[in-house]
């Protein structure tokens, strides 16, 4: 029994693992069934698909708390924010705290770490699956990998080797806030001048005149690319699902905003 036990936990994608014929067996009708397996041979997507929780969820949760009160706090202590409609300021709100989120983890300079969240054996989880009892497939992206958390990691870490100072953070999450592309926007014509203006006070400040060197600058807005393909629903599930419970994100932020 203390073989099989360990069959079950090793990576069956690693080349060499022995399966038994019961396992081999109720995968090959898996294969029959679906076409995409992520037991494939053909790649390893044991690091995709391996899910990831908070190595000290009260210390990390009550950090990145702090960075989000900040972070709303970034808004409504602009002028211009207020200025805008209240529905383009939802709109702004709802696309843009995600990498606001984020630099505001670089610039408190937030470290965390995560370890694996206990899963089930190879063998038990299509055995649930079979009577309905594991969770559907856009239920599981939604829980943080560890794929996802290095994507987050990277992008921290490639922002602490620019070093950009407080004026410099100011500037860059004024041109994240105000996004002119996001439809349904009342007044993008405004929004598109103050992201403008806000990128060319970024400018000023990485790239000082006399000098002409701008690859400081094309770094930065290089980073900021990769920031926005980290999506909400990772950061919510990796740090504040454990604070917010079953609350949905959005009115938790609504309530922030728009409370004294």
Excluded at 55 to 84: A, E, G, I, R, W
Excluded at 173 to 201: C, H, T, V
């Amino acid at each position: 029994m203390a073989c099989v036990n360990v069959l079950l936990d090793k990576c069956q994608c690693v080349p060499g693992v022995r399966q038994s014929a019961i396992l081999y067996t109720i995968l090959s009708q898996q294969r029959d069934l679906k076409a995409s397996s992520e037991f494939s041979h053909h790649s390893c997507s044991c690091e995709t698909m391996q899910t990831v929780r908070l190595k000290t969820p009260q210390v990390t949760c009550q950090m990145v708390s702090d960075v989000l009160v900040k972070t709303v706090s970034f808004m409504k202590n602009l002028p211009s924010f207020h200025h805008l409609p209240r529905a383009d300021q939802l709109l702004l709100l709802e696309n843009c705290w995600t990498p606001l989120f984020l630099l505001g983890l670089a610039q408190e300079r937030v470290s965390f770490d995560v370890i694996e969240t206990p899963g089930h054996s190879m063998l038990k989880r299509i055995l649930l699956n079979r009577q309905g009892l594991i969770k559907t497939g856009e239920e599981k992206r939604r829980q943080p990998t560890l794929a996802g958390v290095q994507r987050v990691k990277m992008c921290l870490h490639k922002f602490w080797d620019l070093d950009l100072s407080p004026t410099g953070y100011a500037y860059l999450k004024g041109a994240i806030l105000f996004n002119p592309d996001l439809p349904g926007l009342q007044a993008p014509d405004y929004i598109e001048s103050l992201q403008w203006e806000a990128q060319r006070a970024l400018h000023k400040v990485l790239v000082p005149l006399p000098s002409r060197d701008n690859s400081r600058f094309a770094s930065v807005l290089l980073t900021v690319s990769a920031l926005k393909t980290i999506s909400p629903d990772l950061i919510i599930e990796l740090f504040f699902r454990p604070v917010v419970g079953t609350a949905d994100m959005n009115e938790v932020l609504l309530e922030m905003l728009y409370t004294q």
